[in-house]
Nanobody, 129 residues
Framework: QVQLVESGGGLVQAGGSLRLSCAASGLTFSSYGMGWFRQAPGKEREFVVVISPSSGITYYADSVRGRFTISRDNAKNTVFLQMNTLKPEDTAVYYC??????????????????????WGQGTQVTVSS
């Protein structure tokens, strides 16, 4: 049984930082690409970032590039999202997700929720102005 469990969300002031974690179990973690998505109230789930199994490839949404950093520790089956210079518009529930890695190209960037096989339950991030 695959489980993805996010943690590290909370309330922070604009300009602050948070570090999210996602612990995976029940899958061969080093074979899966990992992504972060977010969903604000009344909005669709939005792609944030993806990382390849070996960490050699990362791809960020324009809205977070330069502020957020994804990393992973395959020995601990954990993926991280370091979020700096947070803005009120970053407020959302953040989800981690896993997908079977099938390479990366201009037409395969794993930015769509339906490309992912497993999802966590989400962690709330609230950025106050």
């Amino acid at each position: 049984q695959v489980q993805l469990v996010e943690s590290g969300g909370g309330l922070v002031q604009a300009g602050g930082s948070l570090r999210l974690s996602c612990a995976a179990s029940g899958l061969t973690f080093s074979s899966y690409g990992m992504g972060w998505f977010r969903q604000a109230p009344g909005k669709e789930r939005e792609f944030v970032v993806v990382i390849s199994p070996s960490s050699g490839i990362t791809y960020y949404a324009d809205s977070v590039r330069g502020r957020f950093t994804i990393s992973r520790d395959n020995a601990k089956n954990t993926v991280f999202l370091q979020m700096n210079t947070l803005k009120p518009e970053d407020t959302a529930v953040y989800y981690c997700a896993a997908h079977r890695w099938m390479g990366f190209s201009s037409t395969r960037r794993y930015t769509q929720p339906n490309e992912y096989n497993y999802w966590g339950q989400g962690t709330q991030v609230t950025v106050s102005s």
